[in-house]
T-cell receptor, first 112, second 120 residues
Framework: QKEVEQNSGPLSVPEGAIASLNCTYS??????FFWYRQYSGKSPELIMFIYSNGDKEDGRFTAQLNKASQYVSLLIRDSQPSDSATYLC????????????FGDGTTLTVKP | GAVVSQHPSRVICKSGTSVKIECRSL??????MFWYRQFPKQSLMLMATSNEGSKATYEQGVEKDKFLINHASLTLSTLTVTSAHPEDSSFYIC????????????????FGPGTRLTVT
């Protein structure tokens, strides 16, 4: 089992819809959770981080964390074609000196 | 958010030569930086953790004598690919983050723009 698993994708949604990206992790000691967006040929860009159970909203983005179920999700409301990218989930545990463990990413395509 | 820069953004070198890549935190100090490599259509692969003032910690399978890391100041880490070969051609990315209260498990990382290395 991978330490961090994401929807295999690719995920395609129409413009204006809600895109839902999911991530599960295996280490119950995980403390910090991050979502990065990576456009083709570019480096990852941090878009959300969450530390506590519940929802965290930032503009069109909402991160949801459920530590009991060991999953974290990212919702993108009113999806735009510019949201088309690969989304990476990353997790930091309390034992790995700040290193992030990344999922393989989910590629999202928003169709006009 | 915090800003991390990398230089150069793109480099082409001949097989057998060495290439140095710089990673700088522009508006914060970073005691720890991370170096990643990414091949086309693949996920990020952590190569090593760069620690200011001490030796880098390499991930399993990464040759420390080939990928030399120096973290000489709180804002600069360098990765030198020694005796580069075509199979070293890849996208090299560094990341760093301002530590929150000294707790390494609770800080977000910001990535540099990456360096695309092509070895001919």
């Amino acid at each position: 089992q991978k330490e961090v698993e994401q929807n295999s994708g690719p995920l395609s949604v129409p413009e204006g819809a809600i895109a839902s990206l999911n991530c599960t992790y295996s280490d119950r000691g995980s403390q910090s959770f991050f979502w990065y967006r990576q456009y083709s040929g570019k480096s990852p860009e941090l878009i959300m981080f969450i530390y506590s159970n519940g929802d965290k909203e930032d503009g069109r983005f909402t991160a949801q964390l459920n530590k009991a179920s060991q999953y974290v999700s990212l919702l993108i409301r009113d999806s735009q074609p510019s949201d088309s990218a690969t989304y990476l989930c990353a997790v930091i545990t309390n034992t790995n000196a700040g290193k992030s463990t990344f999922g393989d990413g989910t590629t999202l395509t928003v169709k006009p | 958010g915090a800003v991390v820069s990398q230089h150069p953004s793109r480099v082409i070198c001949k097989s057998g030569t060495s290439v140095k890549i710089e990673c700088r935190s522009l508006d914060f100090q970073a005691t720890t930086m991370f170096w990643y490599r990414q091949f086309p259509k693949q996920s990020l692969m952590l190569m090593a953790t760069s620690n200011e003032g001490s030796k880098a910690t390499y991930e399993q399978g990464v040759e420390k004598d080939k990928f030399l890391i120096n973290h000489a100041s709180l804002t600069l880490s360098t990765l030198t690919v020694t005796s580069a070969h075509p199979e070293d051609s890849s996208f090299y990315i560094c990341s760093a983050g301002p530590t929150s209260g000294g707790d390494l498990a609770r800080y977000e990382q910001y990535f540099g723009p990456g360096t695309r290395l092509t070895v001919t």
